[in-house]
Every structure is written in structure tokens, then in C-alpha cells.
Nanobody, 121 residues
Framework: QVQLVESGGGLVQAGGSLRLSCAASGRIFRIVAMAWYRQAPGNQRELVAAIIGNDGTTNYADSVKCRFTISRDNAKNTVYLQMNSRRLEDTAVYYC??????????????WGQGTQVTVSS
């Protein structure tokens, strides 16, 4: 089993910055991908950004390109989401997602508890 602990959510003014962190621990042999999703009230959960594979290939939703940056610290099994130039529509609950393999090479898909990010005008 893998546990995810998220931190860094809160209230930020429009145009401001915020950084989210998600630390993974437990039965991890190799992390395959780490990602951030978000879900606003009345909306489906959507992918915000992902970082994949050994080379750290990144993908971003069009709505956050050039404003958000995803990165990871492999030694700490931690993924970050730096959010700049925040907009009101960025208000949502942000969820960390990790896909990994354990020492038996079994694949697992894990979610954090979610952290609220609110952008005010």
C-alpha cells in the first residue's frame, strides 16, 4: 500500500502564487507517474499536470500551460505543483495521483485526500 500526503493548499489572491506538495510513502519499488488533478464544484475531475517516466516527461492541461509547473524529487518520492498567475477558475480541490509498482512489480494507482485551493479576486 502507498500513502500520499498533500500540503500547500489555501487561499490566494488572483495573480498570486501557491505551491502544492505530495509525498508518497509505503511499498514503492518504482514510481511510474505522478500527477495533479482538480475538481471544482459541479465539474468532473480533470488532469492538471503529470510527470511521467524516468526522463520526467511532463504534460499539462491547456488551461494551465505557462502558468503551472510540475516537478518531482525522486529521492523524496515527492511531486510539486507550482501555480503562478492564479485565476478565479483555478479554484478547486486538488488531488495528487501516483502510479507505482511495488517490490513484486504489482502496479497500483493511488490518490491523495485532496487539498482545497481558493483564488479570490
Amino acid at each position: 500500500q502507498v500513502q500520499l500526503v498533500e500540503s500547500g493548499g489555501g487561499l490566494v489572491q488572483a495573480g498570486g502564487s501557491l505551491r502544492l506538495s505530495c509525498a508518497a510513502s509505503g511499498r514503492i519499488f518504482r514510481i511510474v507517474a505522478m500527477a495533479w488533478y482538480r475538481q471544482a464544484p459541479g465539474n468532473q475531475r480533470e488532469l492538471v499536470a503529470a510527470i511521467i517516466g524516468n526522463d520526467g516527461t511532463t504534460n499539462y492541461a491547456d488551461s494551465v500551460k505557462c502558468r503551472f509547473t510540475i516537478s518531482r524529487d525522486n529521492a523524496k518520492n515527492t511531486v510539486y505543483l507550482q501555480m503562478n498567475s492564479r485565476r478565479l477558475e483555478d479554484t478547486a480541490v486538488y488531488y495528487c495521483n501516483v502510479q507505482s509498482r511495488d517490490y513484486g512489480l504489482r502496479w497500483g494507482d493511488y490518490w491523495g485526500q485532496g487539498t482545497q485551493v481558493t483564488v479570490s479576486s
